[in-house]
């Protein structure tokens, strides 16, 4: 009986008022700053200030322009290879503890790395042409 009391007064609310405090304390302090940094900050709105930026470039043309899905596709393409060679590094900081249960595992890895490959070549997902 002892002990269920000692895990009751562990648990109790009042263990949390000091995270309640700081949760109260940090967004009063939020609200304080951006609302001071709006009413207190410069307001100087001139014409170049209001314009569009963008990395130091003008704009040009319209931002809503259809882009290829071929970008896309090798960018997924190139992540999806580039992460797998990572599952390389294991194995062959490992490869004499794994042994040839090891090695059989990675030639399978390896096997379905190229079906993929292979699959995504006969798709013509690298041909840039069309």
């Not at 170049?48 to 990395?55: I, P, Q």
């Not at 071929?70 to 580039?82: E, G, H, R, S």
């Not at 794994?98 to 079906?115: H, Q, R, S, T």
């Amino acid at each position: 009986m002892h002990f269920f009391l000692q895990i009751q007064n562990i648990n109790s609310t009042s263990n949390y008022l000091p995270i309640g405090i700081q949760l109260i304390f940090a967004a009063i302090l939020l609200s304080v700053m951006i609302y001071g940094t709006n009413v207190l900050g410069p307001k100087r709105k001139t014409a170049d200030k209001l314009v569009n930026f963008e990395s130091g470039i003008e704009a040009q043309g319209n931002a809503r322009r259809p882009i290829a899905v071929k970008y896309f596709l090798v960018a997924i393409l190139f992540v999806l290879f580039d992460v797998e060679v990572i599952f390389f590094y294991p194995y062959a900081v490992n490869f004499r503890e794994l042994g040839w249960g090891g090695f059989g595992a990675i030639c399978m890895f390896v096997g379905f790395f190229l079906a993929g490959f292979i699959y995504i070549i006969k798709k013509g997902g690298l041909n840039w042409e069309e």
